[in-house]
């Protein structure tokens, strides 16, 4: 299993081939949910960092929809991870 620091290199990756960029507010609640994801008995590992970056990006497109701070669509914040549920 990996620890929590190689799953938040591993978001980080998976982040910067997407093109995204993050801020260090989101990039912390990030980590707070893996470390609380990797509580759990069911916990999935690198699955569930795809799977959290698959819900950040649905929920960053929702809120840069009508955004017109060009530089904010290619950066994940706070209220793109705030909203996902748990995975």
Do not use: M, P, W
């Amino acid at each position: 299993d990996y620890n929590t620091l190689e799953l938040t290199n591993i978001f980080i990756n998976l982040l910067r081939n997407r093109h995204l960029f993050i801020t260090q507010e989101a990039l912390e609640k990030a980590i707070f949910k893996i470390k609380n994801a990797r509580k759990k008995q069911s916990f999935g590992n690198g699955r569930y960092v795809n799977n959290l970056i698959e819900h950040i990006e649905e929920l960053h497109i929702l809120n840069v929809e009508n955004c017109e701070d060009y530089s904010r669509i290619d950066t994940i914040e706070i209220e793109d991870i705030e909203d996902v549920t748990e995975l």
